[in-house]
């Protein structure tokens, strides 16, 4: 009898779970070239290197629905994401986007107002009646130009990653030690891609 998959037993079952309870499931193909993945790139590393962590159309689509009077291109707010510190004090200033503490220049008022990136009204709301789009992929290859790490699967809310999940084969001896050597070599090798990843645990 086959060995059960770690795919299989584990990572397949979370993305039905999440699709259960109203995540779309999408499929790494589709999560690539949404992320501006180069299709003719001979390598993984060649095909994620100017990829974005972001769901940038989306995400742009969202705060413009959630704050009217935001005017930016598409682009400048994953432009801003991408130049917070790669640190905690990085993670700090994302987790404060994340909470709607985040703020953005309105020329038409001449000031400063909150900038809304997620609405947490749909936490009392049915699937249904969602503002948020609530989206879960996997194998999330993310490079930074030395190195490359591949997450097992990330969750999105409106295009920005709130969870990374590493996943390994139950069977596995110390398989949870494993998992967390894993995602802290991902902190080590990769910090711009995982910091989004414990930023919302407690969606």
């Given at each position: 009898m086959?060995?059960?998959?770690?795919?299989k037993?584990?990572?397949?079952?979370?993305?039905?779970?999440?699709?259960?309870?109203?995540?779309?499931c999408?499929?790494?193909?589709?999560?690539?070239?949404?992320?501006?993945?180069?299709?003719?790139?001979?390598?993984?590393?060649?095909?994620?290197?100017?990829?974005?962590?972001?769901?940038?159309?989306l995400?742009?689509?969202?705060?413009?629905?959630?704050?009217?009077?935001y005017?930016?291109?598409?682009g400048?707010?994953?432009?801003?994401?991408?130049?917070?510190?790669?640190?905690?004090?990085?993670?700090?200033?994302?987790?404060?986007?994340?909470?709607?503490?985040?703020?953005?220049?309105?020329?038409?008022?001449n000031?400063?107002?909150?900038?809304?990136?997620?609405?947490?009204?749909?936490?009392?709301?049915?699937?249904?009646?969602?503002r948020n789009?609530?989206?879960?992929?996997?194998?999330?290859?993310?490079?930074?130009?030395?190195?490359?790490?591949?997450?097992?699967?990330v969750?999105?809310?409106?295009?920005?990653?709130?969870?990374?999940?590493?996943?390994?084969?139950?069977t596995?001896d110390?398989?949870?030690?494993?998992?967390?050597?894993q995602?802290?070599?991902?902190?080590?090798?990769?910090?711009?891609?995982?910091g989004?990843?414990?930023?919302?645990?407690?969606?």
């Open positions: 086959p060995t059960p998959t770690e795919h037993t584990v990572q397949a079952r979370i993305l039905a779970y999440a699709q259960e309870i109203g995540w779309r999408m499929p790494r193909a589709e999560a690539e070239a949404r992320r501006g993945f180069d299709p003719d790139g001979a390598t993984p590393e060649d095909r994620a290197r100017l990829a974005s962590l972001y769901f940038g159309d995400m742009h689509a969202q705060v413009r629905a959630f704050n009217p009077k005017k930016e291109a598409e400048a707010l994953v432009g801003e994401f991408q130049r917070l510190n790669a640190d905690i004090a990085g993670n700090r200033d994302f987790l404060a986007y994340l909470r709607n503490q985040g703020k953005f220049f309105c020329a038409e008022e000031r400063e107002l909150d900038l809304t990136l997620i609405d947490y009204s749909d936490l009392t709301k049915p699937v249904k009646a969602w789009v609530h989206e879960v992929t996997e194998e999330f290859y993310v490079h930074n130009g030395r190195h490359g790490t591949r997450e097992d699967v969750f999105l809310i409106n295009g920005i990653p709130v969870l990374v999940i590493e996943c390994k084969n139950a596995k110390e398989a949870i030690a494993l998992g967390v050597d995602i802290r070599r991902y902190h080590a090798e990769t910090p711009e891609g995982d989004a990843g414990d930023a919302l645990h407690g969606y």
